[in-house]
């Protein structure tokens, strides 16, 4: 029982991790970022050639990976995104494009297999009451909550924050003031693929670097993002929880090849249910139903 | 140049020929009856004659087209309704899988099969996706993409159907001619009927949905429901060409809820320009035998795939039969301001 509950806590603070990226960049620019998954991979990727081609040391590699996903994040905005803004459907096929193209571009490479993978940061691990978990879980676990937390300070008490919701509320009224609308969706796409390579360089480490995890990432982000209401980040982590107690449940008591089951059969069941997520409120009416 | 670009502009005007061939007056010239005619009978016996010509390899390239023709008309159709699907690899699996379990676990022959599997695949799929009709634009998109992962998932994990090994040595067509007319003939129907339905009333209440369905709503026309009709008839298509695929390979397998399912029809709509039916038709047989061709690049075909969608939603966004049809139809000149 103990066991469920740290693991299903663990578990669920990696998916938040996973849909925080993705979350933010569509509750601040409106821009479902389907190449979310993509990105994801690709900044493990990225990261694994700075330490083994580049031979950069640990410490250096991963803020150099997270700065390098942010840059690509906004030159996505600013090669594609920028030309078909405003039309919600062209913005998701060209994202989901993009992210399908990196990922069998990575396969078409070689990326599979064991061959890939990130080294841990922290070995060993610790017993609970005998329950075996590992530090680097842990570590995951301590850096979820610190982020989630910046993430709050910084959309709530940043002028840059500040401005993202503001365009996320009313563009509009946000351009009379002064924000420009292009230039924080391309910062909102950049923080998005900066904090998928957060993720990517924390949780990787513990299983394999392999282009296939990418759509299962996109999956639980997107999963995530839609159960708890795509623009609400309290919704996101509560969703997190449900869907990761799922996930842990099933695969204690059913088998762990279920697992990837609870995350469609969530989306499924509460966009035919509650189209607007748990906590969606705006955008409820006119854009969903 | 700057100046010259104020003072004249560009002015589209309709060819004379068009003006004149709208109208009853067409049967008095043979040009103007030709100028209609070739555009609609030249493709028809094109894709008739294509099969006796290609034979072997290329002839299953035709095949192959003509199964992607079908699941982008399929998607056109659910698109000029405003139902946005990623996931006409869900469409294409339950015919399959239909089709599959039938020839398998019943022995029926794919002369009963397939039909069986487009009806009742064509149901199974409006009555799954019910539900969510209420849904619009991208949240529509998202459950349909979630659809065949969905199903593909559990199929593996239940092992029902085969599990992930897939049902094998199904029994195929006998005759030789029968795969390549039969995908050409449902093709040709599909493309010159939906044409049909979405100009008849029944087409102009689905058009009005996608455009403003509270307007419909308003009309007191019952949306969901007709949804529900629309979903059934691009489902029907669907499932008839994953059916066909089953028999043409003699397999199913989890792979027919693959990704290449959803993204090809989606490609080729765009690449031909949606909303025409002939331009889906048009795109899939441009980028099939093209990729083929490419097939040095063997994994990246997916990519290639990706890139040609990404250029044309940026670059094309009318799509290569909007573009032929304007020329076709209209001249162009420049005009003073």
Same mark, same amino acid.
């Given at each position: ?192 693929? @900066? ?29 995530? @993002? ?64 | ?154 199929? #593996? ?65 019952? #949306? ?82 990706? #890139? ?30």
């Amino acid at each position: 029982m103990l066991s469920l509950f740290i693991y299903g806590v663990i578990q669920s603070v990696t998916l938040a991790l996973y849909a925080l990226g993705f979350s933010l960049t569509y509750g601040i620019s409106g821009v479902a970022n389907f190449a979310h998954g993509g990105l994801y991979i690709l900044s493990g990727f990225i990261a694994w050639s700075l330490m083994n081609t580049l031979r950069l040391p640990i410490y250096l590699a991963l803020p150099l990976t997270v700065v390098i996903a942010g840059l690509i994040g906004f030159a996505l905005y600013w090669g594609l995104l920028v030309r078909i803004r405003g039309i919600p459907l062209a913005e998701v096929v060209v994202t989901f494009a993009a992210g399908i193209a990196i990922l069998e571009f990575l396969v078409w490479i070689g990326l599979y297999g064991f061959y890939y993978n990130l080294p841990i940061f922290i070995k060993g691990g610790i017993e609970i009451q005998g329950v075996a978990v590992d530090y680097q879980r842990l570590f995951v676990l301590g850096i979820g909550v610190i982020l989630a937390v910046l993430l709050w300070l910084f959309v709530h008490h940043t002028k840059i924050g500040l401005a993202f919701r503001g365009i996320a509320q009313n563009e509009h009224t946000a351009l009379t003031f002064g924000i420009e609308s292009d230039w924080t969706g391309a910062l909102s796409l950049a923080v998005g693929s @900066a904090l998928s390579a957060i993720a990517a360089v924390l949780i990787l480490p513990m299983g394999v670097l392999e282009s296939t995890v990418g759509y299962e990432v996109l999956i639980f982000a997107v999963a995530v @993002a839609i159960v708890g209401g795509l623009e609400s980040i309290p919704g996101m982590i509560i969703a997190s929880f449900i869907i990761g107690f799922g996930q842990i449940a099933v695969a204690k008591y059913i088998g762990s090849k279920w697992m990837v089951i609870v995350p469609l059969g969530a989306i499924a069941f509460i966009l035919a249910v509650r189209p607007s997520g748990l906590l969606g409120k705006f955008k409820e009416l006119e854009e969903r139903v | 140049m700057a100046e010259a670009n104020l003072k004249f502009r560009r002015e589209r005007l309709d060819r004379g020929i068009k003006a004149r061939s709208d109208t009853i007056y067409v049967i008095s010239s043979y040009r103007e009856i030709l100028y209609l005619l070739l555009p609609r009978v030249l493709p028809v016996v094109g894709l008739l004659v294509l099969p006796l010509v290609l034979t072997g390899y290329w002839g299953k390239v035709l095949i192959y087209a003509c199964i992607l023709g079908l699941l982008a008309l399929s998607w056109d159709f659910l698109a000029s309704c405003g139902m946005f699907s990623l996931g006409q690899a869900f469409f294409f699996g339950v015919g399959s899988f239909i089709a599959g379990a039938l020839a398998k676990y019943l022995q029926w022959p794919p002369l009963l099969t397939i039909p069986v599997a487009t009806l009742g695949g064509g149901i199974l799929c409006a009555a799954f996706l019910s539900p969510v009709v209420r849904l619009r634009g991208i949240y529509f998109a998202m459950i349909t993409l979630v659809g065949p992962m969905l199903f593909s998932r559990l199929i #593996i994990a239940t092992e029902y159907l085969g599990g992930s090994h897939g049902l094998s040595s199904l029994t195929p067509f006998t005759n030789k001619w029968v795969p390549p007319y039969l995908a050409v003939g449902a093709l040709l129907v599909c493309l010159f009927g939906f044409r049909r339905i979405i100009n008849e009333d029944y087409g102009l209440v689905l058009n009005a949905i996608r455009d403003d369905d509270r307007a419909v709503m308003s009309a007191a026309i019952n #949306i969901y429901w007709r949804k529900i009709q629309a979903l059934f008839i691009a489902g029907s298509v669907g499932c008839f060409a994953g059916a066909f695929m089953t028999h043409q390979y003699q397999f199913v397998g989890p792979s027919a809820f693959a990704l290449d399912y959803s993204i090809l029809p989606l490609t080729a709509a765009a690449l031909g320009g949606a909303g025409t039916f002939a331009g889906a038709v048009f795109g899939s047989l441009i980028l099939v035998p093209l990729s083929e061709a490419l097939r040095v690049l063997a994994g990246l075909r997916i990519t290639f795939y990706c #890139i040609v969608l990404i250029i044309c939603i940026i670059g094309l966004p009318e799509g290569i039969f909007h573009y032929l049809q304007r020329k076709y139809q209209q001249f162009e000149r420049l005009t003073e301001i």
